[in-house]
């Protein structure tokens, strides 16, 4: 690796890294790249052209940033909003990182001297927006710093906006192809979090990339829950409900200006800290309450969709729809602001069909025709989400093109699922009208054929004498609509996309056409529960900590006058709560420590913990119970700690079995099958604690020690 690359780094950071991983560490406090990462921080230090499609929290600023630093001159980085520029500003300057932005919040004087860092070498990222980088006043200063130090890469984030086909198209980004012509030998990486085939393709057209190394990553965001729930007569108290029975900083949000105003008011009068944030607050409105809400001053913004793009928030616990959402895309950007940091949260959609009746009203009040057809194609799709009794992580990623298998475990459909039924037979009759139509016509034609209609358009193409004419009419309208989406959903049928959703069929059609593969749906039969909060259950005392080391975090935080988690995020105080360290090279360990954090706030945090845990007589974890929960936090199962770790299987199952005592972050479920721990826990019943012996007895010597011990574990943790 270090070979390689050598070429591309400087000699002073030749001599500090010998591999990117050390690096890594370093500026960001990280041991390890998220999936994908590395590969693009490779080819982004041989100077390729790439497209970078990473799902919101994957760390895609990280795949600019990095090379940025290992590469000598400037990297540029076009972002089309100025608070995305300042808060990526500020959280890589807390890392000790020298960066700028540049646009219409500052005066000349403040300007002058950011252009005067960069050329003195101090800035080695530059934040624009793409109306200032093609300015005529602009262009001649980037001209001076390819001259002088030189433009190691354009960086163009929040890509999407570039094509017409994206869910925040915007004509501006189209002037950046401007660069290539300009600057035809300096790299370009684009970067968005979503992006469909169509999406992808304009992008690479518009910005002119030669020939481009494309990433893809997984558009699932698996600690995401997603549920919807029928919007009830009373949805502002359903909404209270919701915001009350789960904590942390949420975001609800509404289709018009006037509901993001009354839902605002109603909150405050019911105790909850909210602002609102949409188009017909000023400029400055806008800006303060966003942000107060990164700052943890207010717990819930109520927003129109003018709020959230690559809003830098890691926290945000829920994510509440009161209203419809336009698009199933825009719906996957605006959720996704939820859980950045990898730590669970909720997105819940209300669903009232009064809501479609005033989409079809914005719909209509587009002049161009083929716009409306696109737009009530992608009103379907989000109406076949609310719908849908498949699984809602795979009804969204279909969206995308990608399938998962099974249940996903983390929807309401899949948690709480209707029946099952084998609709082989009907799926047979659907896909074999889709093939006489000629694969020509959309859903609704499709529905009409099966059930027998003799309408004008039926007439008109003669599909009345079709052999599938009237074959389907046992089943009502809906419930031929339910298979069809339930087939796209399960990816046995295509449509495509560009406004005429016409269907089309695949290689699953034709095998469950030649009865090659069963098809079995869900049909609803009577309403699933509202699901209750699925925050993790936390140790109390780890608890406790977790939230002491929240409050050192803002104070620090309000004196730099910088959001929280730009001092550390959520997830790195956690791993401070459960492992406790109490020097600074134990601290210098925790994920998302660097070097430059660890001087700056290691003796505060240090210092803290060590108090904690004097004041309520709380020991910290032993070094080698620490190691193994770090390992197993990690992912890493019994037989690879030991391996790992060079001790005995049964050893590490009694690390584990101790930490679930001390009630630390262990999913008994993911050690001992859910139906195992009721056999044992019954034995307990009937034998009592005396000894792992007689347990092991009574189960008829079926039960292992190792699974026994870890339920052991739970039950003197609950019951002891």
Known sequence: MYIRLASHLNQSIMAQFHSLEQALKHYFGYDAFRPGQQQIVEQALQNRDQLVVMPTGGGKSLCFQLPALLQSGLTIVVSPLMALMQDQVEALRDNGIGATFLNSSLNSKAVRDREQKILERQIKLLYVAPERLLSERFLPFLDLIKEKIGVSAFAIDEAHCVSEWGHDFRPEYRQLRFLRQRYRDVPTIALTATATDRVRQDIIQQLALAQPSIHIASFNRPNLYYEVQPKQKQSYKQLLKLIQRTEGSGIVYCLSRRKVDEVTLKLKQDGIAALPYHAGLSDAERVENQTRFIRDDVQVMVATIAFGMGINKPDVRFVIHYDLPRTLESYYQESGRAGRDGEPALCTLLFGYGDIKTIEYLIDQKSDPKEQRIARQQLRQVLDYAEGTDCRRAIVLGYFGERIEGNCGNCDNCLYPQPLHDWTLEAMKFLSCVARCKERFGMNHIIEVLRGSKNQRILQYGHHNLSTHGIGQDKSAEEWRLLGRSLLHQGLVAQTSDGYPVLKLNALS??????????????????????????????????????RLRSLRKQIADKQSVPPYVVFADSSLKQMANLRPQSLEDFGKIPGVGSHKLAQYGSQFVNEIEAYCQEHNSPRLSDTLSLTLELYQQGCNVEEIAQKRQLH????????????????????????????????????????????KSIYEHLGQSYSYDEIRLVVARWQLYYT
């Open 510 to 547: 034709w095998e469950v056409m030649r009865r090659q593969r069963s098809v079995y749906i869900a049909v609803p039969t009577a309403s699933k529960p509202v699901v209750e909060d699925k925050q993790d259950i936390r140790a109390e005392d780890a608890e406790r900590l977790f939230q």
């Open 649 to 692: 299987s049964s050893t590490i199952t009694g690390h584990l079995a101790q930490l679930i005592e001390r009630n630390q972050p262990v999913d008994l479920d993911q050690l001992v099958a859910p139906e195992r721990q009721q056999s044992i826990l019954q034995a307990i019943q009937a034998v009592g604690l005396n000894s792992l």
